[in-house]
């Protein structure tokens, strides 16, 4: 199998000198030459940051962070880069060799590389004030360990908002025995966004200015299917049914590696060829919705792990997640990638090409969707509703009884509208259990959560095509523990729009980051997360895998790293608490992680059994 | 058409029964027979409609606790410190300090002139200022508001400056308490205990008691709402009412109603920040208030026609 990069890759490969640095363990302070692109901040040219990236591995691999600026499509913005692309170089690595990488920070601030999805010591997971210190401006730092796995994976900084200005890139790792899936093209695909807006504004403008980055709210003349009476009953809560994405387009422009959608990303094929593509979210706060208009995807992994085969039209990516998936394109000379934004305010493009230039029609953008009093954790009211078919419609059955709330099967179509808000509260905070902390910073908590990893995500619960889930994944080999576990943690994802508040339990990270959530040796723990906000939140556990209980018998349970949890709804997963140390756990948006959403998790080791 | 990729996806199977699967195995019983694979279902329904009862159905297949318990006393206990014994505690605690602040209760600035206008009205065209902003964290700040109006080419006739400190009582409401002082007419200084927030149907509320130093006791609520026409237009209704516990004659208060102000602005949102807008407001005085205002040669009630901006920053 060979590795090819695409097309535009090519184009832009720039050989970056590999400096000799001072390599050892912990922070060596060293200053090297800096790279000419991390120079110089000019708008004429000099420190420009390329859109692409190169690749490297090996037993050593040296990575620069820099400052420069970045173009896309026309705009420009400050940008904080590795290796000089945005995305990063595409590290490639192979399961069972020992690697070591010497991160050197070029900035005038701290940063770190968190390799996201490694299994690695914790004091290499790179997270500033919880795996270690972070690296200090004009210092080397070196990352060391064996590569224990393989898959699909990223990496990114876990310094303040670099995330955003474009610090993060592609990492994959090829098994042992080669790849068992024969692939005639194996390609990456990772999705982002790209702003001409300091990060520190953008997060400044949510805590301030109320849904200053959407351009799709509720009005007089917009074309939304709602009566005059679900928008009083909106406007009656307080809340928007609008609030699918707190920055989106035009804001962002989404990038595909790096490059806006009229940049011409493209992947060459030739007909009947199988192609590989990792798809990566390497987004702050997208999720995108990825599908090839004319071609079936085959899911073969989920972040980084392998599933059983299951075939798809379409597939809501997480931030963070990374799927696999094999197409073969064959009929037409160009397929388009449609990456839309959950919000659907804009997309990422590329294209799988027959020949240089090729091109297909890109379907125009959907309606935006709708949250729906379901979202709300109000699950009464089966039938269609406007919120999947006949799975969901089976689960709210299930919320319905849960909750008392019983208001007749196959009752009205529009739950929304006729049961109105008449003497429910959305902000029964009885409802919580005792170790959730109520204050201002939960403005809603969920009545009836039910487990929907069957739910495709918003807006696209009635795509009219097949559409991933999280019940359709099976871990293709079989899980290494499955015993029953021994407890459960409940943990509640809470927030408040209007204070761009976000926490676990009630309580943000700055209130319990001394406090962590503690795991015994090998403790094998259930946990469910309950979302009482009316956002989807990718939650993201460093340092180890997780089993989403999803409906599969433990021994196939998928692995995973991140799982969203829908809004008003929960999840369940299985932990094996084996990896020793502090790990971060939080929502991987970038900015409800700093607004509170974020908490440690520490696994005692072997030794500190009693 | 899919024969291709099943062909690979049968080879990814056969390889994977041929090697021990290398995955993820950090304990001891890594190796596995390889469960049989069974045809992957394509009907994304099928899946999800077999388990999709309730969670009850999962927990069949995949038995687990129910109720939340309490970690195991081998858990441990205390603040999470593994990177100390690698990194340092010294070296690490600073980090810690910095990096948890970031995460949460953070400061932010926020400075707005709600309205900064002028005003048309018979005879004597004045203007008048709004402003308002805070600095602090999303759950206790110190605010600042201004408010002002006078004549052009004339002395202020009515200006005041609050500063408050303001902590959250609940998710949309502030309760504020703080000084004004009034800088027209003979000087007052108040004390004032509010509430500021966003009632239910997004009406935003700012609501206070003050108290002055000569103790005369007054109240003044406002309420203002957007209702956005398109992304851009909005227009906004807005309210507000006074009433004084008692006549104050220096400052031409009657007892009771004082005043009552409603008005309408339509403002565009050229970018966010920033939106120019045009209204009408009505104003009236009550009872005593509306003859102290007869006395000095001043109607009672009054029309003017607004032009002015609105931004924030």
Known sequence: MSWQAGKQEVDCKVDLARRGVLRGLGAGAVLGAMPAWARGRSLHGGGAIRAGFDEVSGPVIDLAVGAGMRLVQGRRGHGVAVNGSVPGPLIRLREGQDVRLNVTNHLDEDTSIHWHGLLVPFQFDGVPGVSFPGIKPHQTFTYEFPVRQSGTYWYHSHSGLQEQTGHYGPLVIEPKGGEPVRTDRDYVLLLSEFTPLHPHFIMQRLRTGEHYFSRQRPSWTDKYPMSGAERRMWAQMRMSPTDIADVSAPTYTYLANGRGPKEGMEYLFTPGETVRLRLINGGAMTYFNVRIPGLAMTVIAADGQNVRPVEVDELQIAVGETYDVLVEPRGAEAYAIVCESMDRSGLALAMLASRPGARAAVPALRDPPLLTMADMGMNHGAGDSGHGGMDHGAMDHGAMNHGGMNHGEGGAARPEASHSMAGMSMRDTSLLPPDVAIGPGIDMVSMAPVDKQGDPGLGLRDAGHRVLNYRMLSALEPNADTREPSRLLELHLTGNMERYMWSFDGRMFDAVSDVPIRFAWNERVRVKLVNDTMMAHPIHLHGMFFELVNGQPPAHQPRKNIVTVQPGASATFDLTANEPGDWAFHCHLLYHMHGGMMQIVTVMGPEDRP | ?313
């Open chain 2, 1 to 313: 058409m899919r024969r291709r990729v099943m062909r690979s996806l049968a080879l990814l199977g056969s390889a994977l029964a041929a090697a021990p699967v290398a995955a993820q195995d950090h304990s001891d019983h890594a190796q596995h027979a390889p469960a049989p694979v069974p045809a992957p279902s394509p009907d994304p329904g099928h899946g999800a409609m077999d388990h999709s009862s309730d969670q009850s159905g999962d927990a069949d297949v995949s038995p687990g606790p129910t109720m939340e318990t309490p970690p195991p006393p081998e858990a441990g206990s205390g603040p999470p410190r593994a990177a100390d014994a690698i990194w340092g505690a010294e070296t690490m605690a600073a980090e810690r300090h910095r990096e948890h602040a970031a995460h949460g209760d953070f400061p932010v600035l926020w400075v707005q002139a709600d309205r900064l206008e002028a005003r048309m009205q018979d005879g004597a065209d004045g203007f008048l200022w709004d402003v308002q902003g805070y600095y602090g964290g999303p759950t206790s700040r110190l605010w600042f508001k201004s408010e002002g109006e006078g004549t052009f080419g004339e002395e202020v006739e009515e200006a005041e400056v609050q500063v408050l400190w303001a902590r959250a009582i609940d998710p949309y409401w502030d309760l504020q308490v703080g000084l004004r002082q009034d800088f027209s007419g003979p000087a007052t200084t108040h004390a004032v205990i509010g509430v500021q927030g966003l009632a239910p149907y997004d009406f935003d509320v700012d609501a206070a008691l003050f108290v002055s130093h000569r103790g005369d006791v007054t109240a003044r609520i406002e309420a203002e709402i957007d209702q956005r026409i398109t992304q851009r237009l909005i227009l906004q209704p807005r309210a507000e009412l006074s009433v004084s516990a008692q006549d104050i004659p220096g400052l031409g208060i009657g007892a009771g109603l004082d005043r009552a102000e409603l008005g309408v602005r339509l403002r565009y949102e050229i970018v966010r920040e920033f939106a120019p807008y045009i209204g009408v407001e009505r104003s009236w005085r009550f009872g005593g208030s509306a003859g102290y205002a007869r006395a000095a040669g001043e109607a009672p009630h009054a029309t003017s026609v607004v032009a002015g901006v609105r931004f924030w920053f």
